[in-house]
T-cell receptor, first 117, second 111 residues
Framework: GAVVSQHPSRVICKSGTSVKIECRSL??????MFWYRQFPKQSLMLMAT?????????EQGVEKDKFLINHASLTLSTLTVTSAHPEDSSFYIC?????????????FGPGTRLLVL | QKEVEQNSGPLSVPEGAIASLNCTYS??????FFWYRQYSGKSPELIMS????GDQEDGRFTAQLNKASQYVSLLIRDSQPSDSATYLC???????????FGPGTRLSVLP
């Protein structure tokens, strides 16, 4: 299957700082990428849909000015958590979708665990 | 009504038994259905996808889809302790490009 990477895998930061998470599709062009957040023992929560070359679409309740998404190329999307606070501590997972291949499957990255002190 | 529903579990089965995981969805226009497995602390990994009514088999896994009843299930034969994980059902409603995930069912295979 397709491979999606995320970097970093784990980050610890101080409250008030910004953190950037990268999501890359390694062997296919991802026209669409998705960003999820998962709190302990809870299900995935879709935060936003990132389309290459256009603005991201945010889910209700997700602040677009706090969670900045950039999908500048067909293989890279970034999520920046601005002015992070302890309540932003979570497991952030991206997935990528290759519509050009004709399939509907989403392939997940390994996730980034964020801890805000 | 939630769009995709799953029994949260935990579902416990003995090693070697068949584990049956169920999922129902509300959007009758849904076309694509997926099962993902998520180990604790890890991201989901795709197990199977199914698009048409009936059964689809892949090794020890069988996905079953019944669009009339709006349910999709996953059977795991000869369950192993390594199958212990949370299983997520995902449905693509084709209205957009995103999936709708169920809350997941936690499976525990007892040795």
């Amino acid at each position: 299957g397709a491979v999606v990477s995320q970097h970093p895998s784990r980050v610890i930061c101080k409250s008030g700082t910004s953190v950037k998470i990268e999501c890359r599709s390694l062997d296919f062009q991802a026209t669409t990428m998705f960003w999820y957040r998962q709190f302990p023992k809870q299900s995935l929560m879709l935060m936003a849909t990132s389309n290459e070359g256009s603005k991201a679409t945010y889910e209700q309740g997700v602040e677009k000015d706090k969670f900045l998404i950039n999908h500048a190329s067909l293989t890279l999307s970034t999520l920046t958590v601005t002015s992070a606070h302890p309540e932003d501590s979570s497991f952030y997972i991206c997935s990528a979708h290759d519509r050009l291949a004709g399939g509907e499957t989403q392939y997940f990255g390994p996730g980034t665990r964020l801890l805000v002190l | 009504q939630k769009e995709v529903e799953q029994n949260s579990g935990p579902l416990s089965v003995p090693e070697g038994a068949i584990a049956s995981l169920n999922c129902t969805y509300s959007d009758r226009g849904s076309q694509s259905f997926f099962w993902y497995r998520q180990y604790s602390g890890k991201s989901p990994e795709l197990i199977m996808s199914i698009y048409s009514n009936g059964d689809q088999e892949d090794g020890r896994f069988t996905a079953q889809l019944n669009k009339a009843s709006q349910y999709v299930s996953l059977l795991i034969r000869d369950s192993q302790p390594s199958d212990s994980a949370t299983y997520l059902c995902a449905v693509n409603n084709n209205y957009g490009q995103n999936f709708v995930f169920g809350p997941g069912t936690r499976l525990s295979v007892l040795p």
